[in-house]
């Protein structure tokens, strides 16, 4: 990999990323149409997203609390087992009772992106396994190839879900076929995590006496003003998640799932080379800069895109949008664990993963209520709106605050 090193562990990581992504962006495209098929109306729908959401945030926060003392391996093991959780009963049954408690309980993600508590642990790891000169850069190439992956997924779970119907399936039977798949993705992460090696653990810095704030000692601040900013941009980003965009798409110019699942196959791969150039930016004008900056143009676009008068023009916004939406991510991770203590990683992840996917829970029952009043157009001007608030703010909070990348020290 360009410029990055990567031992055996870090590889490993990296392959979980992209099973774990492709499996995602597998269903994306086809998770609102699944429970549309069941029967379910738009606000229901949008309920059982937000109950996803809340119980994929309760789940990270449980887990990663204790992964850093029980150990990192076992917990990510543990995750994947709800994984494959979800995707049993929902390739099984169709009663919405049970749909809505795996959704809860399980791992399932509306957006096509990390969801749970892999992230936390995950980054965790590759900060305590990777220089701090070249942390950065290694969360760029992680976040490319999960981009990748995810945009793979997408077009894979159209494609087969088109394909299936055309060959005589039911639209429901060839969603829960997708399901089934998902849920061997699952186990097949699981036994991948199995050669993980003792070297991703950390060893705790303070004893057991030290005052902690959900596994935080040192970081407790900044990691509460952070926390309090990233529920503005996840409650935005929400409102117009992946799986509620592609039934926008759907519902607006009547596209079938296939053609959804190329657009978002372009937007995921405009995401992850994005990742890289965030790195260079990063380099030039720092890790905050970058996050606010390139953050800004994209919101502009997402504003656009339902202004659009065609398909075309509005799938141009969306790729517009998604060419710099996703440079904040690889610099906020690595402005994440260079701020805090070694041990407090898994922890401060958890706990900002706690808040990002806690208000991001309420968004797609907010979507789902404003598309079933026939506002299906403003999530998209009231998430542009928030997360040009949000950047300003972060702006102003954080821009004198430099972590030890930037200021040429070792870690």
Request: charged share 10%; net charge neutral.
């Amino acid at each position: 990999m360009l410029g990055v090193d990567l031992s055996r562990d870090g590889w490993l990581l990296f392959s979980g990323r992209i099973i774990r992504l492709f499996s995602y962006g597998f269903l994306s495209i086809i998770l609102a149409l699944h429970l549309a098929a069941v029967g379910m109306t738009e606000s229901e729908i949008g309920f059982l997203l937000t109950l996803t959401l809340l119980g994929d945030a309760l789940l990270s926060l449980s887990i990663t609390q204790v992964a850093d003392r029980i150990g990192r391996r076992q917990m990510l093991m543990v995750s994947a087992g709800f994984m494959v959780l979800t995707g049993v009963v929902f390739a099984l049954t169709t009663n919405p009772l049970f749909l809505i408690l795996a959704a809860f309980i399980g791992t399932l993600s509306p957006t096509g992106h990390e969801v749970g508590p892999f992230l936390a642990i995950e980054q965790s790891a590759l900060a305590h396994l990777t220089p701090a000169s070249q942390r950065t850069h290694v969360f760029a190439w992680y976040n490319l190839v999960g981009s990748f992956a995810a945009a793979l997924g997408s077009w894979s779970g159209g494609t087969l879900a088109t394909s299936l119907q055309r060959a005589g399936h039911t639209p429901l039977g060839s969603y829960q076929a997708l399901f089934a798949l998902y849920a061997g993705l699952g186990v097949l992460l699981a036994v991948l995590f199995l050669f993980l090696s003792r070297h991703i653990e950390v060893e705790p810095v303070v004893s057991s006496t030290t005052s902690r704030f959900f596994g935080l000692h040192r970081s407790r601040g900044i990691i509460q003003k952070l926390s309090l900013l990233f529920i503005i941009d996840s409650f935005a980003g929400t409102l117009v998640v992946q799986s509620l965009m592609a039934y926008w798409f759907h519902v607006r110019f009547g596209v079938e799932p296939a053609a959804l699942g190329s657009v978002f196959f372009g937007t995921n791969l405009l995401a992850g080379f994005s990742a890289l150039v965030a790195a260079r930016i990063a380099a030039r004008i720092g890790l905050i800069n970058t996050m606010v900056f390139t953050h800004l143009s994209a919101n502009v676009f997402l504003l656009l895109t339902p202004l659009m008068p065609t398909f075309h023009l509005a799938v141009a916004m969306v790729l517009l949008r998604f060419s710099t939406a996703q440079m904040d991510v690889p610099t906020r991770q690595a402005f994440i664990m260079a701020v805090v203590a070694p041990d407090e990683r898994s922890a401060a992840s958890g706990i900002i993963n706690l808040a990002r996917t806690g208000a991001s829970a309420l968004g797609p029952i907010a979507a789902g209520a404003m598309f079933n009043a026939s506002l299906m157009n403003m999530p998209f001007f009231l998430a542009g709106t928030m997360k040009i608030v949000y950047d300003l703010l972060l702006l102003w909070q954080f821009r004198h605050v430099r972590p030890l990348e930037e200021e040429g020290r070792p870690e």
